[in-house]
C-alpha cells in the first residue's frame, strides 16, 4: 500500500507542479500583451499628436516679414490704419500695393525686408502675395462691419494680438483642404485656450449665444447649420 501511496503521491505533486507552471505561462502571456497594448496606445498617441500634424501641414513664410509693432507705432491709428473699410461699408482686407506705396514710393529706412519691399514689388507694380491665415472657405460671409462697427469689438478678439508682433508667424497651409490652420486651431485635437484660437463655425456660435446676439438666426440655435456643417 505505501508503493501505491507514493506513486499517488508523486502524481498529485507533478499535477500541482504543472497547474502552477501552466499559471505563470498564463501570467506572463498576460503581461506581454498588456505591454504591446500600452506600447501601441503610446505610439498612436504619437502619431496622432506629433507626426500627423507634420505631416497634414506645409510651412511656408510671408513673402516679407511685416512688423505690425513698428507700423503701429509710427501710424498711431491701430488696425484701421492699413485694414480699413470702404465708403459702402465692405471691408478692404489686406492692403493693395497703392496703399502701401503712400509711405514706401522711397527706402525710408536700412530695414532689409523694407528694401526688398520697394525693390521687388513696389518698383516693378506687383501685388504682394500676402497668405492670409483667416481666411474663409468660399461658402462662408462674414461681415467685419457688424462685428467691429456694429458689435464694437476689438479685432485682438479674433486675431488675437497680432499688431504687437513684430514678425509674422509661419503660415501652415492644410495639404488636404489648402486652408490656413489658423481656422482649425493650433492644437489637433481643437482644443483651445483664447477667442482666437480657431475661426470654426462652433466658436462663432459660442460667442453669438452667450451674448444673445441675432435671437432665434439659424446660425446660433442648437439645431443650427453648425451641428453638421463645421
Not at 64 to 88: A, M
Not at 106 to 117: A, C, D, G, K, T
Request: glycine share 10%; aromatic share 8%.
Amino acid at each position: 500500500m505505501s508503493e501505491i501511496d507514493d506513486k499517488t503521491q508523486a502524481v498529485s505533486e507533478k499535477a500541482v507542479s504543472s497547474t502552477q507552471g501552466q499559471g505563470r505561462e498564463d501570467g506572463g502571456s498576460g503581461g506581454v500583451i498588456i505591454l504591446f497594448f500600452i506600447v501601441g496606445l503610446v505610439a498612436s498617441l504619437v502619431v496622432g499628436w506629433v507626426l500627423f500634424p507634420k505631416l497634414l501641414y506645409s510651412q511656408k513664410k510671408q513673402p516679407i516679414d511685416f512688423n505690425h509693432t513698428l507700423h503701429n507705432t509710427l501710424v498711431g491709428n491701430g488696425c484701421e490704419s492699413c485694414h480699413s473699410f470702404r465708403e459702402d461699408g465692405s471691408y478692404s482686407g489686406v492692403p493693395k500695393l497703392a496703399q502701401c506705396i503712400e509711405c514706401h514710393e522711397e527706402v525710408q529706412s536700412s530695414n532689409p525686408e523694407e528694401i526688398r519691399f520697394v525693390e521687388q514689388y513696389v518698383k516693378k507694380g506687383i501685388e504682394v502675395p500676402w497668405l492670409v491665415y483667416a481666411r474663409q472657405p468660399d461658402c462662408v460671409f462674414f461681415s467685419h462691419a457688424a462685428h467691429v462697427k456694429a458689435a464694437k469689438m476689438d479685432c485682438a478678439t479674433c486675431h488675437g494680438p497680432i499688431g504687437e508682433s513684430e514678425s509674422m508667424k509661419p503660415y501652415q497651409q492644410n495639404r488636404i483642404t489648402g486652408y490656413s490652420r489658423d481656422i482649425w486651431g493650433e492644437n489637433i485635437g481643437g482644443f483651445k485656450k483664447n477667442t482666437w484660437d480657431r475661426m470654426k463655425m462652433d466658436d462663432c456660435s459660442e460667442c453669438h449665444q452667450k451674448k444673445k446676439v441675432v435671437v432665434g438666426s439659424v446660425q446660433t440655435q442648437k439645431e443650427g447649420c453648425f451641428v453638421c456643417h463645421k
